[in-house]
């Protein structure tokens, strides 16, 4: 049996309603704040969640495609960018940019390399990303999209990548090896040193 279209309503709800229906619709989900989600979803307490919401709620409307407009999210961009590669002692010269997620981040990554490696003169059509079975299925899409392949290889025992099984599958059209930290679907942090 096909399932009906949602039809936009001719009136708007009062938020009592609204809100009422929201949480309804959420009453199935998998209860993460409780740790019963392995993925998806990091809770770090209620008080960060807070926070996070707060924050948010204070610059949910501004966007950052408009730096000269609003100089506050280019700082903030900056800032955790900043912190970020610091805590990666990314050497003098790195970058980063702020993304709204994991595909987004994922995407803009394998662009980025690809790219770095067009600069240079490789040819990219058809690269290889060498990955673990257990990385983010975005890297598909992103090889996908961008006319890469991904090579994936088998976890150790540890469920953390296996580093000989990656140099195995190196070829000369590996343009990108992954790592995680901590992996999509077990979070067990890579052995990427």
């Known amino acids: 049996m096909a399932e009906t279209r ?11 309603t ?18 019963r989600a392995a993925v998806y979803v990091f809770h770090a307490g209620d008080d960060v969640l807070e926070v996070a919401k707060d924050a948010y709620a204070l610059y949910q409307s501004e966007n950052a495609l408009g730096p000269g407009a609003f100089p506050s999210l280019k700082r903030m961009e900056e800032d955790v ?9 990314a050497p003098e010269g790195a970058r980063g940019n702020l993304t709204s997620g994991g595909t987004e981040s994922i995407m803009l990554a394998v ?3 690809r790219d770095e490696a067009r600069s240079r003169g490789v040819d990219t059509n058809g690269a290889e990303i060498v990955a673990p079975v ?34 195995d599958a ?8 992954v790592g995680s930290a901590p992996c999509f679907p077990y979070g067990v942090i890579d052995p990427i040193g």
């Open 170 to 177: 190196l070829s000369p059209r590996t343009l990108m090896l």
């Open 81 to 89: 960018v900043g912190m970020g590669l610091g805590l990666l002692q």
């Open 134 to 167: 257990s990385v983010h299925p975005a890297f598909d899409k992103a090889a996908h999209y961008l006319g890469m392949r991904v090579v994936r290889v088998p976890v150790a025992k540890d469920l953390g990548a296996d580093v000989g099984a990656m140099a």
């Open 111 to 113: 662009k980025t390399c």
């Open 18 to 35: 609204l809100r009422e229906r929201l949480v309804a619709l959420g009453a199935n989900d998998v209860d993460w704040r409780h740790a």
């Open 6 to 16: 949602c039809e936009l309503p001719p009136r708007g709800t009062d938020w009592s």
